[in-house]
């Protein structure tokens, strides 16, 4: 009796398991489709759609898609002008508003019950935060060359300190994609788990569980909210190392 209960106890964290659909081996590699890999397609489909249905005639009086698509565009090259500048806002924007829509849809449809949160995986978060930290300082040293090494060493700074500064300078350097990773991925699963929590709490208590279910309703209003700020934080952050990447901070 007491293994037929654990067997049908679902844990905070249970709806963070990955789910093999179509078991792929590529010589020892597993490359299995998976609710992840589901909720990734699904993302991608819902912005080709949105940004192709909302686009496709595009109207002097916008509809409600594309007022949708127009509002995302100009929050991304308003953030690309304001932060990078120029003509390189335009150049880096298809990549920013690709991650940002790509990070938004993931965070918000794994608000849908029964669904799955792909950024809520560190493997997720770590691989994007390292295809911009590694794409950003690929940049940098394109432009700069050599000089990419003030980045650590700004002129100016008395050799004296370098032996202290280079190295705190290199562990902060490193530690950006880590950071961004991190605060993405940990975001995602606190959020959903205290969820779960206080679903249970709500079945528990049966009729006297309307209060928090009214307190529910009001959590699953921030966690939206949290889903948009943090693939808008992910995004600005982004932006910022571009532009270091292509200004040098004593630039």
């Known amino acids: 009796m007491a293994s037929a209960e654990n067997a049908e106890h679902h844990g905070p964290l249970d709806q963070f398991t990955i789910q093999r659909y179509v078991e792929i081996d590529l010589g020892g590699f597993d490359a299995s489709f998976t609710n992840s890999s589901l909720l990734m397609v699904a993302a991608v489909i819902v ?145 959903h788990s205290i969820l779960h929590v206080f679903g249970g709490f709500v079945f528990a208590l049966g009729f006297f569980g309307f209060l928090p279910f009214a307190f529910i309703i009001a959590l699953y209003g921030l966690e939206i909210l949290v889903a948009v700020l943090q693939a808008y934080v992910f995004a600005i952050l982004t932006c910022l190392y571009i532009r270091d990447a292509i200004f040098l901070h004593h630039e």
């Open 47 to 191: 912005i080709f759609l949105l940004t192709t249905l909302g686009m496709g005639r595009g109207r002097m009086v916008p509809g409600r898609l594309q007022s949708v698509v127009e509002m995302l565009y100009e929050m991304v090259a308003g953030m690309l002008g304001d932060i990078v500048g120029g003509r390189a806002a335009k150049r880096f924007f298809p990549f920013v508003f690709s991650l940002f829509t790509f990070l938004l849809l993931g965070n918000l449809l794994g608000l849908i019950p029964y669904s799955f949160t792909f950024t809520s995986h560190i493997i997720v978060t770590i691989t994007f935060a390292l295809v911009v930290f590694v794409g950003v300082t690929i940049l940098a040293i394109i432009i700069h060359k050599h000089k990419f090494l003030t980045f650590f060493l700004p002129p100016g700074v008395p050799m004296w300190m370098a032996p202290l500064l280079v190295p705190i300078e290199i562990v902060s350097y490193i530690a950006r994609p880590i950071s961004l990773a991190v605060r993405l991925f940990a975001n995602m699963m606190a959020g």
